[in-house]
């Protein structure tokens, strides 16, 4: 893929010309089929990504095969198990694709080349990690003191079209309820 291809999946970003070609030039174009994952649990992460289209989930597995849906990762947006590869760990959970996806990876060990020769992207990363924590810390709130109906709405009003996109049992994964439960609180919500 050419690189004024790649400039255009990241417009958004807003990065200034010579960042955006520093990033281009540690960018990677990839596809990911829906059910593939980009990273799986126990894995140690060596990239990160960025959604150029499609849909992501970070997905807790429990021994018993329960599903707990942590985050849905819309177009526009990074996807990584940060901490794990900041620490070179093994990663709590799963990135799945829920769409036929198209990325831009990044491979890490690139992204600390750049990150350590221009501080504009520590600055970039900081404005990334605050978005990140303050999705994480909202979610845990609802989740902690919210009823699933205020988060379904919630949920509804954050992802209009997500219900066209994914599965009721992934929705209902991501309230924390079961699927007989999320289909009970649609009924109600209907009447």
Do not use: C
Not at 21 to 45: C, H, N, T, W
Not at 155 to 179: C, H, K, M, T, W
């Amino acid at each position: 893929m050419e690189n004024e291809d790649k400039k255009s999946f990241l417009k958004h970003l807003d990065l200034p010309e010579k960042e955006l070609q520093e990033l281009l030039s540690i960018a990677q174009y990839g596809k990911i089929a829906k059910a593939d994952y980009f990273i799986r649990e126990g894995q140690v992460p060596r990239k990160m990504a960025f959604v150029v289209k499609g849909l992501f989930r970070y997905v807790y597995t429990h021994e018993n095969g329960n599903e707990f849906t942590k985050n849905i990762i819309a177009e526009g947006n990074f996807i990584s198990s940060y901490s794990a590869m900041i620490y070179n760990t093994p990663s709590y959970f799963s990135i799945e694709a829920l769409e036929d996806s198209e990325i831009l990876e990044i491979d890490y060990s690139s992204w600390i080349e750049i990150k350590e020769k221009n501080p504009f992207w520590n600055v970039f990363l900081l404005q990334i990690l605050e978005k990140a924590f303050s999705i994480k810390e909202k979610r845990e709130r609802e989740l902690l003191l919210l009823d699933a109906e205020k988060r379904y709405e919630i949920f509804i009003a954050e992802f209009p079209d997500i219900e066209n996109r994914v599965s009721q049992q992934i929705i209902a994964s991501y309230l924390g309820i079961q699927p007989e439960s999320f289909s009970r609180l649609k009924r109600k919500i209907k009447t």
